[in-house]
């Protein structure tokens, strides 16, 4: 079965520090990547999505950056924490883009202080 | 995209059948409805989708209405696990720029009373 799994579980971080959340999924080859976050009581906000190695799309512009180094994993990068930044994120993937089920890791809950 | 529109919230009793509508009456005829729940401090976990037929599954079911305008998801008999913020989506099957992305909204607070 497919496992997806996301460190760290929280983070808190000082204003302009560095970021770097890795997001791993097993079971699969070839998936489609994603990276969300949410803000406190609101809704999902899609920030990343990937289609294959190297292949990154982009839907809100921002300080963050995403890196598909592997297969099979994501990770979320920042060089300048904001405050603006703390946040829920989620990293999901699916088969394949068309319709198919995205299925969520547990989360980082990140902290700028 | 086109849009959902849900209840802020909705109340149930455990044990008892609990109906959650959700109004999309821009859809496509290539917009799945996706219902996806989210605990406190977790992930969404996916409950149930369709396109124009109602569905089952071991989880819920989904009601379509005929002209696809709305929708409605059936929990059969509400337990205290069910308690979450449920959200229905419109996923695009095929072509537009909203192609592959989920479009999460506010979605319902369901409360589940002992």
């Known amino acids: 079965s497919q496992t997806i799994h996301q460190w760290p579980a929280t983070l808190v971080q000082p204003v302009g520090s560095p970021l770097s959340l890795e997001c791993t999924v097993e079971g699969t080859s070839n998936p489609n990547l994603y990276w969300y976050r949410q803000a406190a009581g609101r809704g999902l906000q899609l920030l990343f999505y990937?289609?294959?190695?190297?292949?990154i799309s982009s839907e809100v512009p921002q300080n963050l950056s995403a890196s598909r180094p592997q297969d099979r994993q994501f990770i979320l990068s920042s060089k300048k924490l904001l405050l603006s930044d703390s946040s829920f994120y989620l990293c999901?993937?699916?088969?394949?883009?068309?319709?198919?089920?995205?299925?969520f890791g547990p989360g980082t809950r990140l902290t700028v202080l | 995209d086109a849009k959902t529109t849900q209840p802020n919230s909705m109340e149930s009793n455990e044990e008892e059948p609990v109906h959650l509508p959700c109004n999309h009456s821009t859809i496509s005829g290539t917009d799945y409805i996706h219902w996806y729940r989210q605990l406190p401090s977790q992930g969404p976990e996916y409950v149930i989708h369709g396109l124009t037929s109602n569905v089952n599954n071991r989880m819920a079911s989904l009601a379509i209405a005929e002209d696809r305008k709305s929708s409605t998801l059936i929990l059969h008999r509400a337990t205290l696990r069910d308690a979450a913020v449920y959200y229905c989506?419109?996923?695009?099957?095929?072509?537009?720029?909203?192609?592959?992305?989920?479009?999460f909204g506010q979605g319902t607070i369901l409360t589940v009373h002992p």
């Open positions: 999901a993937w699916s088969v394949n883009v068309k319709a198919d089920t995205q299925y």
């Open positions: 990937s289609v294959g190695i190297g292949q």
């Open positions: 989506i419109l996923h695009r099957g095929a072509g537009g720029t909203s192609y592959g992305k989920l479009t």
